[in-house]
């Protein structure tokens, strides 16, 4: 009895022995499948990490001074948004930016302007075989502006305040547009022939007449801006933008183009006929070098990035937004770069 009893504990003791060991092997096996879905997830989600961490080097833009702090905001939120990117955004002028874009080699990713391309740049992008996107991204105001102690010379016509740049307009004495102001020579100041601004002024507002020999013409608008709010005859034109982020320097005139006079201002500047700035109204764009786009990947993502932010950007330093349409325009356009 006792050799039975002996043998029937060691028979039990096997089999608790055996299924011990087989549910320790379900268990790896289900601890090696879970591992094993759990690494795929995460080698999933660390491949996209890295491609996105994969978009580096440099973007570099060049260009208008109006258009300026547009993209310098929008390469500012861009690099918080892509640490591994750099935006370098300089303001040559409009066509100095030109020249640096339309190189054979070494060229700026991006030339800003806020004129259109000329035949002969376009021309120029054709022989070096560089293709060249146009994009508006917004609306800016011609603005002219003048010392806050000028208390007479707030509101003028078009053509009044015109003619103070016009050679053959006549004017040289604030007297000479209206007797009852003072008879003290007006100095008229603008950006120089590097800015689309002032081919603005000289072949749209002025209609290719000569500018007044008095004109003091700057490269730096900042420069214009001291030299305005130093000096009470002072009058100079440029984009909006420079205004609304100096109006503790300097005032606007009000432009009278036939219905009353006009304050420049982001409720007025527009280019349908009922924008009341309608006149001194031009859109501002960005030119990219579509070959730059096609082998740097982070230059195409910038432009995508610029058209999905203009209208925020643009509000918020000084430009009218453009219309959900353009933005959508400029978005398909982007998507045909391969």
Not at 209 to 236: G, H, M, P, R
Request: charged share 25%.
């Amino acid at each position: 009895m006792k050799n039975f009893k002996g043998l029937l504990l060691l028979v039990v003791m096997a089999a608790l022995v055996m299924f011990t060991a087989a549910c320790g092997s379900n268990n790896g096996n289900n601890a090696a499948n879970n591992g094993g879905n759990t690494n795929t997830g995460n080698n999933g989600g660390n491949a996209d990490s890295e491609e996105t961490a994969s978009l580096e080097g440099s973007v570099v833009i060049d260009g208008s001074g109006t258009v300026y702090p547009f993209m310098a905001q929008m390469a500012e939120n861009y690099m918080g948004e892509n640490g591994d990117v750099s935006v370098e955004v300089s303001r040559a002028g409009t066509s100095a930016g030109f020249k640096k874009f339309l190189v054979e080699e070494g060229g700026t990713d991006f030339n800003d302007a806020s004129r259109e391309i000329k035949d002969e740049e376009t021309a120029t992008a054709e022989d070096l075989g560089i293709d060249v996107m146009e994009f508006q991204v917004a609306l800016d105001g011609l603005t002219f502006v003048i010392n806050p102690e000028n208390d007479w010379a707030t509101e003028m016509t078009q053509e009044e305040v015109v003619n103070i740049f016009l050679a053959e307009g006549g004017v040289t004495k604030w007297s000479d547009i209206n007797p009852d102001w003072p008879a003290e020579e007006i100095k008229p100041m603008g950006p120089n022939e590097n800015h689309g601004t002032n081919e603005f002024m000289f072949e749209t507002i002025m209609e290719e007449k000569d500018f007044v020999d008095s004109v003091n013409l700057q490269q730096e608008y900042s420069t214009l801006v001291d030299l305005v709010s130093k000096d009470k005859n002072a009058i100079a034109f440029f984009g909006y933008g420079y205004y609304d982020n100096n109006k503790d320097k300097v005032s606007a005139v009000n432009v009278d183009f036939g219905n009353g006079p006009i304050e420049p201002s982001l409720d007025t500047i527009g280019l349908s006929e009922d924008a009341a700035y309608n006149p001194f109204t031009r859109p501002v764009f960005t030119y990219l070098n579509v070959n730059m786009a096609k082998e740097k990947p982070q230059v195409l993502d910038y432009a995508k990035f610029t058209m999905n932010n203009a209208q925020d950007v643009a509000a918020a330093t000084g430009f009218a937004p453009l219309s959900d349409e353009t933005i959508e325009e400029n978005l398909s356009k982007l998507e045909e770069i391969q």
